[in-house]
């Protein structure tokens, strides 16, 4: 199980800009995606909130936020952030997997970034996304980055390159070490591939899906709830 409530999860805001190349970018691709879609005040899903990378850039805009996450820990370093910059921000946080997630409340836009390589692929992914789709309204947007590898690449290759990165990036010295970081990172690693993301976005009833962000091992796409094809 990866170590959200032990180190990695303390260090995690400190190293994710550098663990993940593109980031930053992806993350205010996302946040421009989301402003070119919602007005003020509307409601917005943040599945795997911990940390509060999203919270915090998101908490400016206006919009009613809930949060789920199932690590204490990442959450109370999401409280410790937000209360830093707009204590009196209209977010609700739930401690709990975003499977287990009951309300029947339906959103103008989902987020879950860097959450579902932590599923594998034998209908857990596909439940997660047909979740994501039921509790979202007509036209609502959904914002999905996942670790994913490109098609064709071994994650041989793959897998060093990474380490070679999380070397220069300074977040480890040793192999030994960027194997443990890695290791908690992909929690037994639930990989996939664009084109197989893709096909289970469209399963759950996706529309309009592109791919927006594209690095080496990781994808980001926005799609649609909707009936125009
Ligand atoms: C790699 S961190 C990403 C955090 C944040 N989204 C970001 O981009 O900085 C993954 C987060 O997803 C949470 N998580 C893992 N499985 C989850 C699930 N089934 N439902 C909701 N959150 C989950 C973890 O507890 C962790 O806080």
Same mark, same amino acid.
């Given at each position: 199980m990866v170590d959200f409530e032990g180190e990695y999860g303390r260090r995690y805001n400190n190293m994710i800009e550098r663990a993940m190349p593109g980031y930053t970018g992806m993350s205010e691709l996302t946040l421009a995606?989301?402003? *070119? !879609?919602? +007005?003020t005040f @509307?409601? %917005?899903?943040?599945?795997?909130?911990? &940390? &509060?990378?999203?919270l915090i850039s998101?908490?400016?805009?206006? #919009?009613?936020?809930t949060g789920i996450d199932p690590s204490p820990q990442m959450l109370e370093l999401a409280k410790q952030r937000l209360a830093q910059i707009k204590? @009196? *921000?209209?977010? @609700?946080?739930?401690?709990?997997r975003f499977e287990n997630f009951e309300k029947s409340k339906e959103f103008d836009a989902i987020t879950s970034i860097l959450v579902m390589h932590f599923l594998p692929d034998d209908g857990s992914k596909s439940n997660f996304l047909k979740k994501v789709f039921h509790h979202l309204k $007509?036209?609502?947007?959904?914002? !999905?980055?996942?670790?994913? +590898?490109?098609?064709?690449?071994?994650? $041989?290759t793959v897998g060093e390159? =990474?380490?070679?990165? %999380? +070397? *220069?990036?300074?977040?480890? !010295?040793?192999?030994? @070490? =960027?194997? $443990?970081f890695l290791k908690n990172g992909s929690s037994g690693g639930h990989f996939s591939v664009p084109t197989r993301m893709e096909e289970l976005f469209r399963e759950a009833?996706?529309?309009?899906?592109?791919?927006?962000?594209? &690095? %080496?091992?990781?994808?980001? #796409?926005m799609m649609k709830k909707g009936s125009v094809k």
């Open positions: 995606i989301l402003r *070119s !879609h919602m +007005k @509307e409601n %917005l899903l943040v599945i795997g909130a911990g &940390g &509060g990378n999203e998101f908490a400016m805009e206006g #919009w009613n936020i204590p @009196e *921000s209209k977010i @609700e946080l739930l401690c709990d $007509e036209g609502a947007i959904y914002i !999905h980055v996942d670790v994913c +590898k490109l098609a064709g690449t071994p994650m $041989e390159i =990474a380490i070679n990165y %999380l +070397k *220069s990036a300074g977040l480890v !010295h040793t192999r030994a @070490e =960027a194997m $443990e009833g996706f529309i309009q899906i592109q791919q927006f962000f594209q &690095g %080496l091992y990781y994808c980001g #796409w």
